[in-house]
């Protein structure tokens, strides 16, 4: 196993990316898989009195573990991949019409399909195709050569020439199983890490995004732009911030604002409402968005009402005197996602203007909804009555400031 982990490290560059670590561990390994294989092979050869044919793929064991030493110290990865696919596909050949052709040499050849296939792991397809061309080539000017009475002579035993043909078979096969074993747990750790990352990344956008939004986005179902007829929108601020911050550490301002605003995350949740955004200290949700609903103008107000409460609680648990005045309008918006890099899901139109007047318009720890919102509401809310206000570059609206629920 150290000796496994040392051949692994080979020729491995700090700034490798995870394919480039996989392709010299295969091929380093591979390599040393063949180079042992061939002394087993020449060992054979040298037992049988077949010199000639015992030097070939003793030559090729001694010059891959020196390739092997070289790519360790020189780190030259394309000099160590070709020197290792040309050997692979020239020396089985030389072995082969050495021994006399592809009977006699047990079909030796085979071992040089070694080549385009590492070619395909180790470089790139076009480069398996030239490799694939050079070993096709090669097995017709073998078997032509053969033909024409210009191979060696081999004095191997007929079942030392079958019992070759069961090793040349089954070890080429045993080391093209261990090569894509290898390379099929590498490739299913890197999908791991790939669903890993791709879940975290759809996490994040589901947090950014409403979930319908969101799978749009990820079908390429651009540009996202809905018209939407009837929303309610609701701004929230909280009341005296700035003097706030001027008299408190960093520290603590943030801590407020995320006690708050995480607070009105999980409410807009329970309402089943929209956040849209936070623009400084305050906070933006609507309803009916992006998929509407019919009481989206009830939820928005509950919301309203549980945001009271909420900050009534924030005051007992921390100390916050956190007061917020709340708006609150219905009509049409436009909605859409833009950005590239930092997707934003936000809403346009005059609805959402007169929404943001309303709240600068109320008062601390009030609720002021427009004659639009109260109309969605029923029976089941108690309000002030009808006053009218004008709000800047816009009409007179008429608005209620909301009591509570009614009492059963």
């Known amino acids: 196993m150290d000796l496994l982990s040392r051949l692994k490290g080979i020729g491995i560059l700090p700034d490798d990316g995870p394919e480039a670590r996989l392709q010299k561990r295969l091929l380093v390994l591979s390599t040393a898989m063949m180079a042992t294989a061939a002394i087993l092979w020449g060992g054979l050869y040298l037992y049988y009195d077949e010199v000639m044919a015992a030097a070939i793929p003793l030559t090729y064991c001694v010059a891959s573990f020196v390739s092997i030493a070289i790519f360790a110290k020189l780190r030259r990865y394309r000099l160590f991949r070709f020197s290792q696919l040309l050997f692979a596909v020239m020396l089985p050949v030389l072995l082969m ?6 009977v006699p040499s047990s079909a ?4 040089a399909t070694v080549t385009p296939l590492s070619a395909l792991l180790f470089a790139e ?5 030239g490799w694939m061309a050079v070993f096709v080539v090669l097995l017709i000017l073998s078997a032509w050569l053969e033909s024409q009475g210009y191979t060696g002579n081999s004095d191997l035993p007929e079942p030392v020439i079958r019992a070759l043909f069961v090793l040349n078979i089954a070890g080429l096969s045993m080391v093209a199983f261990a090569l894509t074993y290898y390379f099929v747990g590498e490739k299913n750790k890197a999908l791991d890490v790939v669903a890993q990352e791709r879940q975290k ?6 947090n950014i995004l409403p979930a319908t939004i969101a799978r749009r986005l ?4 651009r540009p996202i732009a809905d018209g939407l007829d009837e929303v ?3 701004f929230a601020d909280i009341v005296g911030f700035t003097p706030f911050a001027t008299r408190h550490s960093p520290e603590k301002v943030v801590s407020l604002l995320d006690d708050v605003f995480s607070a009105l995350d999980e409410l807009a949740d329970l309402h089943g409402l929209e956040k849209i955004k936070t623009v400084g200290d305050a906070y933006m949700v609507a309803g009916g968005l992006p998929v509407p609903t019919p009481d989206h103008a009830r939820a928005v107000v509950d919301f309203a009402l549980d945001l009271l409460q909420c900050l009534a609680r924030l005051h ?3 100390g916050y005197d956190v007061a917020m005045r709340v708006g609150i309008h219905t009509g049409p918006v436009v909605a859409g996602v833009i950005g590239k890099r930092k997707y934003s ?7 959402v203007n007169v929404a943001a007047r309303l709240e600068q318009a109320g008062r601390a720890g009030r609720i002021l909804l427009s004659a639009q919102t109260k109309a969605l509401l029923g029976a089941g809310y108690e309000c002030s009555p009808k006053t009218t206000i004008k709000i800047t570059g816009h009409s007179p609206v008429e608005v209620f400031e909301l009591i509570g629920r009614k009492q059963s």
């Not at 019409?97 to 592809?102: F, K, S």
């Open 97 to 102: 019409n050495t021994l006399g052709g592809y």
């Open 108 to 111: 030796v050849v085979v071992w």
């Open 125 to 129: 397809r076009r480069h398996a195709i």
């Open 201 to 206: 990344s759809d996490e994040l956008l589901a």
């Open 218 to 221: 990820k079908a390429d179902d």
């Open 232 to 234: 309610t929108i609701l």
């Open 316 to 318: 007992r648990e921390k």
């Open 345 to 351: 899901y936000d809403v346009w139109g005059d609805t």
